[in-house]
């Protein structure tokens, strides 16, 4: 039988600046969705990221899949934070049958 993507995520909304910041998600769907994240920032940017990237400040966004209990969770981490780096992080799922999206908003506060 055939079901569209559906979404848990395990999500961490408030960071404090210069700490790690990270989302992550975990879902299901047959046939098996592929992942990737959106980031919309407070100021209205886009970042679409299917794997790690160096920004042009030279921080990493590391993307990432562990095991968890016969699932595969979908990490994204950023360290250090900035308070730019508050927005929505958004997990998205596809499959054939269409695509889920799930995520947090995450603010970063400063010290």
Known sequence: MLHRS???TLPQDIVLQSSRLEANCYGEGLPTPTYHWV???TDGSVLMLNDSIT????????ISN???????????ELSPSMASDSGNYSC???NR???????????VYGK
């Open 6 to 8: 559906k979404f848990y």
């Open 39 to 41: 980031i919309t920032y």
């Open 66 to 76: 562990a095991p968890f209990f016969g699932l595969i969770i979908h990490c994204l």
């Open 55 to 62: 920004l042009e400040d030279g921080r990493r966004v590391d």
């Open 92 to 94: 998205v799922a596809t």
């Open 97 to 107: 049958l269409g695509s889920s999206v799930f995520g947090p908003t995450i603010t």
